[in-house]
């Protein structure tokens, strides 16, 4: 690997900023190293990817204090940031106008928190692709987190979002028809809405109206949390958010809970397979959860499927489960229209859970409950996706 391309990894910033500076003059070197990193990633077994996460929303509703404020946040976790801020009006304000749009002053000094902005380059194809070039650079270079911020709600913001995992649209209150009027490119980008500064009257009719509009949408809801990037309110709330599994659209909240799967402890999953095959139905898949010291088979039957599950180890939690009841029903599981919002409503009530929510294979999100709680059955809970 070259040298520069090494330092970046290694955390080097100046690196960094030299390679963003060059990928953005789409100087042939800057490509050839981004295609180096590429493929250098391609043959390792590579850590974390980063999360991107678009913030887009009209001038002036506080993108760049927000995402000030996550940022702020995300420092005391531990992440590592990078915000490239996009402004595709540039061309016509002028770039001065740029460097007032970013103001992290909070994060100078802090490595943590890499910054960049970016002007328009000609055309929106230009610089939606400078734009996908920067952003890759920043996870290639291990970036927990890239934010991208940009300004306005049109075309060009909606072909950025395309490049984020999440994107978080800002309103604020006192919009009135505004709302009205950008809501068709908002609708299908926007997976949390951020009603920013709620410090404000009027907060609460923004919300209602975005209620309506998505009353009157088919398909998925977005999530929506009031926040005072000012004051850092509602930040955690927002990061949370955020943080759900990305990739898997949060469905509309209405439906029931429905029956996922039955999971069925077995000392042998061939044995058992065969019985249900007599039976009509079929394996769709095998997979072998480490974690878990668990083999299982997933069988549909109906709208649900049945889950048989062997150990694999005299210590996996399905050994002690056989030992203790013998083969039978281990556990069942329900899918959730909003899982932490069942969560929140579980806690209160004080059911027990057995873990915080994490992700599963597929990426869907789910946590176990006592059957002290439950009546008796072991219960799984899954957030709900439409795909
Ligand atoms: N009252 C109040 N003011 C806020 C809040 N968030 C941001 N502001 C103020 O709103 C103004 C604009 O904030 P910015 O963060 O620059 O907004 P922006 O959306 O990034 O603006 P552009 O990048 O120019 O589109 C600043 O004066 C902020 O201090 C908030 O929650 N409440
Ligand atoms: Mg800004």
Redesign the pocket.
């Known amino acids: 690997m070259s040298e520069w391309a090494q330092k970046i990894r290694g955390g080097d910033l100046r690196a960094l900023a030299r390679a963003a500076t060059s990928l953005e003059n789409r100087d042939p070197a800057a490509l050839a190293l981004l295609r180096e990193m590429v493929e250098a990633r391609r043959t390792e077994a590579a850590p974390g990817h980063a999360l991107i996460v678009g913030v887009t929303?009209?001038?002036?509703?506080?993108?760049?204090?927000?995402?000030?404020a996550m940022a702020a946040a995300l420092r005391r976790q531990g992440k590592t940031i990078a915000i490239i801020?996009v402004?595709p009006t540039s061309s016509i304000t002028g770039g001065a106008?740029l460097g007032?749009?970013?103001?992290m002053t909070q994060h100078h000094g802090d490595d943590g928190v890499f910054v960049r902005s970016m002007a328009t380059r000609g055309s929106t194809g230009g610089l939606a692709r400078a734009t996908a070039d920067l952003v890759r650079l920043m996870d290639l270079a291990g970036r927990d987190y890239v934010i991208v911020?940009t300004?306005?709600v049109g075309q060009a913001e909606v072909e950025i979002a395309r490049l984020a995992q999440v994107t978080v649209v800002?309103l604020v209150p006192g919009m009135g028809d505004d709302v009205q009027a950008i809501k068709a490119g908002i609708m299908e980008i926007a997976d949390i809405f951020a009603i920013?500064?709620?410090?404000?009257p009027g907060a609460d009719q923004v919300e209602r109206e975005i209620q309506m509009m998505q009353g009157l949408a088919h398909g998925r809801h977005a999530a929506i949390v009031k926040?005072?990037?000012?004051?850092s309110?509602g930040i955690s709330e927002l990061l949370d958010l955020v943080a759900r599994p990305h990739g898997l659209r949060i469905l509309a909240s209405n439906n029931p809970p429905a029956l996922d799967h039955l999971g069925i402890a077995v000392n042998s999953l061939t044995e058992a397979e065969s019985f249900y095959k007599s039976l009509g139905l079929q394996v769709t898949h095998h997979e072998s959860i480490p974690t878990e010291k668990v083999n299982i088979a997933m069988l549909p039957a109906g709208d649900s499927r049945i889950e048989l599950l062997e150990p694999t180890a005299p210590d996996s939690p399905i050994s002690k489960f056989l030992e203790k009841r013998g083969p039978g029903l281990h556990h069942i599981a329900l899918r959730v229209p909003d899982l932490h919002a069942t969560i929140t409503r579980l806690r209160e009530s004080g059911a027990r859970l057995l873990n915080e929510p994490r992700e599963g294979a597929g990426g869907h999100l789910y946590v176990f409950i006592h059957p002290a709680s439950t009546g008796g059955v072991l219960l799984e809970l899954i957030q709900e996706t439409s795909h």
């Open positions: 929303g009209p001038p002036g509703a506080g993108k760049s204090t927000l995402v000030d801020a402004d106008i007032d749009r970013i103001r911020e300004v306005g800002v920013n500064k709620s410090d404000q926040t005072v990037a000012t004051e309110k």
